[in-house]
């Protein structure tokens, strides 16, 4: 069974159809929502522990590495005298551990949980209706508002988790009381206002992937609007900063005399998204929207497989490059300063070099950078595999492959858009990095580019994932942001060797500085196409739909 998801848009004129209705408008809230948990029953704890716990370890971090009062107050002042750093971090309120800590994962944990608070509501409200599933459940006698409460319920209880576990790591830690719980509750608070905004977005659009895009934008015009205003003003003040949901995560300032009213504005901003979530919801039919989806044209002129991957995948790929360009011209233009940043702190240099390699500080503060664009660019590789995943699960790719399009043919269009794009994605940041930094394009430009072999394999891991055990390809997601996670905090943990080992990009060499490595290159292209073929093989011989 298919959902009523073409035709016109529902616009809410008339009395609004679809589900029957039921003796109460709620019913079968309960039961949603534990189907909603017991579906992300992994991806939430994980998420929750890692994130939650990376708070509590960069404290530590932090006491180890700046051990004295004096040292924190001269990274507190190299750091709130630099403009182009609070952009990227925001501006230092307190030298005190919890008060570097705050610093240091506010906007980080806050974005990161806006994500996980995106996934989880559109996963449970607009894909669901895309899918069919939610026109069997409401079948069933499931009120209206009934979908929308549990998605916003489950993203509740994801963030309740988080705040729990981030409050309680830090107290353990030996942070105050006050200021955990202070930045536990910006960082949920702002997680719960994005899964609003993902609510609503879920009315409005017809597909999951158009309100991914919408909360994903949205997410990255806050924390725009929070860079460029830590950049005008050190003292987090700016009306720039003032309008961004980041910037109140911000400026709720835990450690630092808290302000408990800033969470006011989250809790408003929360209620207010949620009453035009749940007025738009009663006002459309089940599996329409209120911004009509383009119809196509009369005739087909795409006459390939191939053709038809670039045209689904195109948007989402132009976004990746413009952003690893800016990003990368951001990194580049705060290199020449790597070396105030460090200072004469042993530590802190001892941090760039396990991340970027024991040659010159700037090179390895460029090393550094080129693995983080890296690491990130996994994460563009994962999601364009995934989107096979994606097509045959909302039936798209049926109908397709009733026809002539075999199912490699199929496969191979998206695939030459995942590692293709994925090396543009690289090319991007490389060619930012080196705008910005101003010198030597070529070999900073090549330092980007040989993070690619490592870049793919993830897309090889997920391949076969895909291949082998559909239900369990989101897992590729957990694999990326392990190896993200290793490559940002693990030399900061001093992680042994053998630990950051476990991730790909530990294997490249650490270039611009470093003799570049062939071997290890070789080897993860051999392994990339192991992976790609196996997985190619299993989706060969499985049936389709999982």
């Known amino acids: 069974m298919t959902a009523t998801t073409t035709g016109r848009p529902g616009t809410g004129a008339g009395p609004a159809a679809g589900p029957p209705r039921s003796a109460h408008?709620?019913?079968?809230?309960?039961?949603?929502?534990?189907?909603?948990?017991?579906?992300?029953?992994?991806?939430?704890?994980l998420w929750i522990l890692l994130l939650g716990g990376s708070f509590a370890s960069v404290a530590r971090s932090f006491a180890a590495l700046y051990g004295t009062a004096a040292g924190r107050a001269e990274l507190a002042r190299s750091m709130n005298g630099n403009s182009s750093l609070r952009a990227l971090y925001g501006p230092v309120f307190s030298d005190s551990v919890g008060g570097l800590t705050a610093w240091r994962m506010s906007?980080?944990?806050?974005?990161?949980?806006?994500?996980?608070?995106?996934?989880?509501?559109?996963?449970?409200?607009?894909?669901?209706?895309?899918?069919?599933?939610?026109?069997?459940?409401?079948?069933?006698?499931?009120?209206?508002?009934a979908p929308l409460t549990a998605a916003l319920l489950a993203a509740g209880a994801a963030n309740a988790g988080l705040a729990c576990v981030i409050a309680a790591g830090l107290t353990a830690s030996g942070e105050p009381g006050g200021g955990s719980v202070a930045l536990a509750l910006s960082v949920a608070g702002t997680g719960m206002l994005f899964a609003c905004t993902a609510a609503v977005a879920a009315q409005l659009t017809e597909s999951a992937r158009a309100a991914k895009g919408i909360g994903a934008a949205a997410i990255g015009a806050a924390y725009v609007l929070k860079a460029a205003g830590d950049a005008v003003s050190g003292a987090g003040s700016s009306v720039l900063t003032w309008l961004s949901p980041v910037g109140w995560a911000e400026n709720v300032r835990p450690y630092a005399a808290e302000r408990w009213w800033v969470l006011l504005l989250l809790a408003a901003a929360v209620a207010a998204q949620a009453l035009v979530a749940y007025t738009l919801a009663g006002r459309r039919d089940l599996g329409m929207s209120f911004l009509p989806a383009r119809p196509g044209p009369a005739r087909g002129r795409m006459g390939t497989a191939g053709a038809l991957a670039v045209r689904l995948q195109r948007g989402s790929l132009y976004g990746w490059i413009a952003g690893f360009l800016v990003t990368g011209a951001v990194f580049g233009s705060i290199t020449d300063g790597a070396g105030d940043l460090v200072g004469d702190n042993a530590a802190a240099r001892e941090i760039f070099q396990r991340m970027g390699g024991h040659s010159g500080l700037t090179e390895a503060f460029l090393a550094a950078m080129t693995g983080v664009l890296g690491t990130v660019a996994a994460l563009y590789v994962v999601a364009s595999v995934l989107r096979l995943h994606g097509e045959e699960t909302a039936g798209r790719a049926e109908p397709l492959l009733a026809g002539a399009v075999g199912r490699l043919r199929w496969a191979a269009g998206h695939l030459t858009v995942a590692f293709a794009g994925s090396a543009a994605v690289v090319l991007a940041g490389g060619v930012g990095l080196a705008l910005g930094y101003g010198h030597e394009p070529g070999p900073v430009i090549g330092a980007a580019l040989a993070q690619l072999p490592a870049v793919w394999v993830f897309g090889g891991l997920t391949v076969l994932l895909y291949g082998a055990a559909p239900k369990a390809a989101?897992?590729?997601?957990?694999?990326?942001?392990?190896?993200?996670?290793?490559?940002?905090?693990?030399?900061?943990?001093?992680?042994?060797q053998p630990v950051l080992g476990l991730s790909p990009f530990g294997h490249l060499a650490k270039l611009p500085g470093a003799e570049m490595a062939w071997t290890p290159v070789v080897i993860l292209l051999l392994l990339t196409a192991a992976l790609v073929a196996a997985g190619l093989t299993a989706l060969r011989r499985r049936d389709m739909n999982g």
């Open 25 to 45: 408008p709620w019913a079968g809230t309960g039961v949603l929502l534990r189907l909603a948990l017991r579906r992300d029953r992994l991806m939430m704890p």
């Open 474 to 496: 989101p897992a590729a997601w957990a694999l990326a942001g392990l190896a993200l996670a290793l490559g940002w905090i693990g030399p900061a943990l001093k992680l042994p």
């Open 107 to 145: 906007g980080f944990g806050a974005v990161l949980a806006a994500v996980m608070s995106l996934v989880v509501v559109v996963r449970h409200t607009r894909e669901e209706e895309e899918t069919g599933r939610q026109e069997l459940l409401s079948s069933a006698g499931v009120g209206r508002p």
